[in-house]
T-cell receptor
Framework: EADIYQTPRYLVIGTGKKITLECSQTMGHDKMYWYQQDPGMELHLIHYSYGVNSTEKGDLSSESTVSRIRTEHFPLTLESARPSHTSQYLC?????????????FGSGTRLTVV | DQQVKQNSPSLSVQEGRISILNCDYTNSMFDYFLWYKKYPAEGPTFLISISSIKDKNEDGRFTVFLNKSAKHLSLHIVPSQPGDSAVYFCAAINTDKLIFGTGTRLQVFP
């Protein structure tokens, strides 16, 4: 049973369009993340948030932006999609405690810009 | 500068045998390591983790070994099953963020 949801699963869109990838979690986690993965490559962190109204850029530069107005919602927006944005985008949330770490990933959005 | 490295892009193992996936890291400040399994067009699924204060953690068919002096960890799967065929990612935690390796594609054949 998925506790973190991403929509859409697949998106094919034309160059120049504005898109928003949705990510919601029902676990009440404060920390949320966006990763980008190109085929055969590692997952790169592009954005993260430690709570409401907190957003930071990750290790990989991205033209996308994020917002965190509610704890459970962490959408990612591309103002003007380009073919170079074609990739898989993965959202995650995490909780730390008891000496351990729990990260949960959504199923991802595979974006194709034509 | 890649901090987490998986030098074997692929591994092929016969069903029932042991699969050993390796991972090296460069940052001695990492204090927690995780292994994830990933299918194409799906999100990573957590498998097993290990704290830097331990050298072994076992969960069913999965065992992770950590050698801090060598900055090396490995995932052992025994016995391997065809359903284990996927891409396996090693990851380390740095200031609450996961840093992933490039992945190893495991294929388990009958």
């Amino acid at each position: 049973e998925a506790d973190i949801y991403q929509t859409p699963r697949y998106l094919v869109i034309g160059t120049g369009k504005k898109i928003t990838l949705e990510c919601s979690q029902t676990m009440g986690h404060d920390k949320m993340y966006w990763y980008q993965q190109d085929p055969g490559m590692e997952l790169h962190l592009i954005h993260y948030s430690y709570g409401v109204n907190s957003t930071e850029k990750g290790d990989l530069s991205s033209e996308s932006t994020v917002s965190r107005i509610r704890t459970e919602h962490f959408p990612l927006t591309l103002e003007s999609a380009r073919p170079s944005h074609t990739s898989q985008y993965l959202c995650a949330s995490s909780v730390h405690g008891g000496g351990g770490y729990g990260y949960t990933f959504g199923s991802g959005t595979r974006l194709t810009v034509v | 500068d890649q901090q987490v490295k998986q030098n074997s892009p692929s591994l092929s193992v016969q069903e029932g045998r042991i699969s050993i996936l390796n991972c090296d890291y460069t940052n001695s400040m990492f204090d927690y390591f995780l292994w994830y399994k990933k299918y194409p067009a799906e999100g990573p699924t957590f498998l097993i983790s290990i704290s830097s204060i331990k050298d072994k953690n076992e969960d069913g068919r999965f065992t992770v070994f950590l050698n801090k002096s060598a900055k090396h960890l490995s995932l052992h799967i025994v016995p391997s099953q065809p359903g284990d065929s996927a891409v396996y990612f090693c990851a380390a935690i740095n200031t609450d963020k996961l840093i992933f390796g490039t992945g190893t594609r495991l294929q388990v054949f009958p």
